[in-house]
């Protein structure tokens, strides 16, 4: 296949877009870098051997896209395109809703224009809001309870793709709903890099150990979890790229829904632990308040996802720190340097 990649020079578009080439699939990458770096396609580039078309162009202004993508051949779509950072959507709602949902719209509207009708979306745990269950399936309620525009905009782009669908009968949709994504390519080559303070636990920890940041801050000891720290499902980001692969590749009319996750759940302090232990380094933390917003326990059930795409994760969060380790040791500066 001929994929689109919007946003594949993001943290996980960049992962997906290796391991696509590795596949024997040609990836196009659409990307405005307005969170991300050219540097990350030249790099997936040099490990994959091939040179990767890079389109520069924002998403959701429908006009620049469209012209920006005349000429450019694909044949189906995975939109790892928007902004994701959970405190700053609070903040900025009008913008998070304009560029997560403009650019579903311009990209389905596109693909309707150009005749392509394969989409793999990038969707989030993050709908199933404060979960009754523990895992959860892809059954379970969503749209309930959600705290934050940056989760809500997950929400209504998995509906608009359910009512363009509706319309296009020929649609092939997945959503993917990921959960916690973290690790590195082994190469330590690409990995994530953070504009800012981190917002997220393992490029914090990364941060930490390399010596950039002082101390971590635990959000809460008083969750109803075996240690009382928030219980979450780290996937290795190579593990979720071959999700993606296998949903692209398994892609049938109508829109199919799965978690990419491990079913495994770790706590703040296990993930600190395995870092120490990947790094060799000592991660200082302090105890604070909790986050406004946190949850207790996020786990997925992945039966689904193992089941149809025959798809399962292989890695494990101890090399996830290892690999992450090796890529903010060898880059602690990120892309940049
Ligand atoms: N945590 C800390 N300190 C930090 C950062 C995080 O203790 O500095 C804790 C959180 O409280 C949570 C765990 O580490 O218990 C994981 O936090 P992350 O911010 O890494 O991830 P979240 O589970 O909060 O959020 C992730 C994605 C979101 C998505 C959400 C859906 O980053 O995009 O999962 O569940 F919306």
Known sequence: MRVLLTGGAGYIGSHTALTLIGRGHEVVVLDDFSNSSPEAIRRVEELAGVSIPVIEADLAD????????????????????????????????????????????????????????????????????????????????????????????????????????????????????????????????????????PNNLMPFIAQVAVGKRERLAVFGDTYPTPDGTGVRDYIHVMDLAEGHVAALEGAVEGVTVYNL?????????????????????????DIVEARAGDVATVVADPARANAELDWRTTRTLAEACRDSWSWQSQNPGGYAG
């Open 62 to 197: 429908r006009e620049a896209a469209r012209a920006a993508l005349a000429g450019v051949e694909f044949d189906s779509v995975i939109h790892f395109a928007g902004l994701k950072a959970v405190g700053e959507s609070v903040a900025e709602p009008t913008r998070y809703y304009r560029v997560n949902i403009d650019s579903t719209l311009a990209l389905l509207d596109l693909m309707a224009e150009r005749g392509v009708s394969r989409i793999v979306f990038s969707s989030s745990a993050t709908v199933y809001g404060d979960p009754a269950v523990s895992p959860i399936d892809e059954e379970q309620p969503v749209g309930v309870g959600l705290t934050n525009p940056y989760g809500w905009s997950k929400f209504m782009n998995e509906q608009i793709i359910r009512d363009a669908q509706r319309a296009r009968p020929e649609l092939e949709a997945v959503l993917l709903r990921y959960f916690n994504p973290v690790g590195a390519h082994p190469s330590g080559r690409i990995g994530e890099d953070p504009a800012g303070i």
């Open 261 to 285: 996750g491990s079913g495994t759940g770790s706590s703040v302090l296990e993930v600190v632990r395995a870092f120490e232990e990947a790094s060799g380094r000592p991660i200082p933390y």
